[in-house]
């Protein structure tokens, strides 16, 4: 009898996850990340990628993988909320780094949305709801044939986030690696400084992170303000899920 596509999956993933998640993050702690992001390529190799919607720390791994390997997926979601200048600026980075961009759709095009929500303001009424349908579920259905995503997070950016490990288990069996979590913000500017790595237009214009265009979901805060100050404001959800950590450590499980 044929094995289901999703228990091959598991069984690559578990192959690909074989070694030691504890001394390898100890190793991480001290590595450049250009050496994770070399390590994460040797290691997972095929089944690899990067996710990013081309914030600091996002253009900081992309400057870094165009002189490591071009041809690695690099996961975009197009949620259709974007601000205009991000969907210029994914063009924009395309054209200039001539990365393997992927971009992923919600399984529901706009039209059907409203007609299942009345309307597109989801995200006023029920944004947990509208992130799991527009960004967790095109990700989660594109991450099928993966073992290790790559993402920019840092531990500075909130509290939720300074936990992160380098390397994350999760239960879905795609493993997060995150390059970056021992940089600060200033760090990752000035790479992109350094570098000469071209930084989203919107940060010039006091919005610390950038998600979706809609005021309930992002708004500039100034660079005194905390990181994840401007999104979701008021609203007590500070994450949108993708990131989400379901990981067998068991008292130190946390979802962000
Ligand atoms: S960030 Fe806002 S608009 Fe975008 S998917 Fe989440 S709730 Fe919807």
């Known amino acids: ?61 992309i400057d870094m993988l165009s002189k490591i390997d071009r041809t690695l997926p690099v996961l975009f979601i197009d949620t259709g909320f974007h601000f205009p200048e991000t969907l210029a600026f994914r063009d924009l980075v395309q054209e200039r780094y001539k990365i393997n961009l992927i971009t992923l759709k919600p399984v529901m095009e706009r ?30 259905r594109a991450l099928r044939p993966y073992a290790a995503r790559i993402a920019a997070l840092r531990r500075d950016a909130s509290p939720e986030r300074a936990r992160i490990r ?23 500017k000035q790479y992109l400084k350094d570098h000469d790595v071209p930084v989203h237009p919107l940060h010039a214009k006091g919005y610390k992170t950038i998600g979706c265009h809609p005021t309930c979901c992002t708004v500039p805060v100034g660079e005194n303000a905390p990181e994840r100050a401007g999104r979701w404001t008021g609203t007590g959800k500070s994450e949108c899920g993708l990131h989400q950590v379901q990981i067998r450590r068991p008292a130190q499980d946390f979802n962000i």
């Open 111 to 140: 039209e059907t949305f409203k007609q299942v929500y009345g309307n597109d303001t989801l995200y006023e009424r029920n944004p947990q709801e509208c992130c799991r349908i527009n960004k967790t579920e095109p990700m989660e």
């Open 1 to 61: 009898m044929a094995v289901p596509q999703k228990r091959m999956n598991e069984m690559e993933a578990t192959q690909a996850t074989h070694f030691d998640l504890q001394a390898q993050n100890l190793a991480f702690e001290s590595a450049s990340a250009e050496e994770i992001m070399r390590w994460s390529i040797a290691h997972f190799k095929d089944k690899l990628c990067l996710s990013t919607s081309f914030q600091l720390g996002g253009m900081v791994l």
């Open 166 to 188: 380098i390397i994350e288990e999760r239960v879905d069996h795609v493993m997060l690696v995150h390059p970056l979590a021992n940089w600060t913000r200033e760090q990752s």
